[in-house]
């Protein structure tokens, strides 16, 4: 049987171009010939991969009343994703991602959410039918804090269990907090919501991190792996050995795989293994939800390559 998931948050149209670095305040930098346009957006990233590995997924947000919105619509619908209820609105465009990626694979990402600002509580409620069946809702920082407070309440009253990326990073509330079962961060919003750099050697139980109060924390590293904390226990899971060619949505690729993984039942270390895996296969391709890989493509990932 399928694992259900649910996701609540952004959908964005990732405007691409390659450049030799980044550009320094006040340096003009001539990149590639092409400007892509790929589906993207960090909700839609997370529905798309996890959807691209056999789970069932609803998305819930907005986009705008054009091109843009139409075809981000489109994508997730060419993953059997369910977009019932992803509103098509006037108000806004659809939101977008402007995106520079240097040679090196890193990037630099500036948002215009759009129609993203404009998910409400009323769009939540709208939904909630979704939530019955779920295994697991997927939240992001993409959409007003308010609308996904309100998910995570829906969610719990229905007994989901809920997994929040805080990404971009903003300090959250204790009421927020209290609702997630599993958090996922990098170390910019791990430093963002602790007040302190938090990094592999001081991702300990006891730690800043434990006063954010969730029960179960994946710290995210990169090209360093990742560190699972539950309760007292820490255990840290190696990366894998990859050449690097855009690591635009690898964290959203990470989340989508490890939420199969989860609600497929495989331990919590087994499904950070597989997100560490799906992430670092999605950083050797460019672009969003066109890198994310399928079942076949992430298992033969894992027979080939070997963790570092």
């Known amino acids: 049987m399928k694992s259900r998931i649910v996701v609540v948050g952004s959908l964005n149209m990732d405007l691409v171009v390659r450049a030799p670095h980044i550009p320094k305040p006040g340096e003009t930098v001539l990149g590639g010939e092409d400007l892509k346009a790929i589906p993207g957006g960090k909700g839609a990233n997370q529905a ?35 977009t019932t209820h992803v509103t098509v609105g006037e108000q806004n465009a659809t939101g977008v991602a402007v995106i520079v990626v240097e040679h090196s694979g890193q990037n630099s990402i500036v948002v215009a959410s759009g129609a993203n600002a404009l998910v409400t509580i009323a769009d939540v409620k709208a939904a909630e039918s979704v939530f019955a069946s779920a295994d697991l809702l997927l939240l992001q920082l993409e959409i007003p804090v308010e609308s996904v407070l309100t998910a995570a309440q829906v969610a719990k ?4 269990k809920i997994l929040l990326n805080p990404a971009p990073a903003q300090p959250l509330s204790s009421e927020l907090l209290s609702l997630v079962d599993i958090l996922v961060l990098n170390e910019t919003e791990a430093e963002i919501l602790c007040g302190q750099p938090i990094d592999l050697e001081s991702a300990t139980p006891g730690s800043h991190l434990s006063d954010l109060g969730v029960s179960t924390i994946i710290l995210t590293l990169g090209s360093h792996g990742s560190v699972l904390i539950e309760g007292d226990h820490k255990t840290v899971v190696p ?3 990859i050449q690097p060619v855009d690591t635009t949505a690898a964290g959203d690729s990470f989340i989508g795989s490890f939420a199969v993984a989860f609600t497929e039942g495989k331990t919590l270390l087994e499904a950070v293994r597989l997100g560490n895996a799906a992430g670092a296969l999605t950083a050797t391709k460019l672009g969003a939800q066109s890198s994310m890989p399928s079942r076949e493509e992430l298992e033969q990932f894992l027979s080939n390559t070997c963790e570092t």
């Open 239 to 241: 990366p894998f050995s």
């Open 157 to 160: 009253s229905q007994g989901v």
């Open 48 to 82: 798309y991969g996890a959807a691209r590995l056999g789970a069932d997924v609803a998305m819930v947000g907005r986009v705008g009343e054009d091109t843009f919105g139409e075809q981000l619509i489109h994508s997730l619908q060419s993953a059997a994703i369910d």
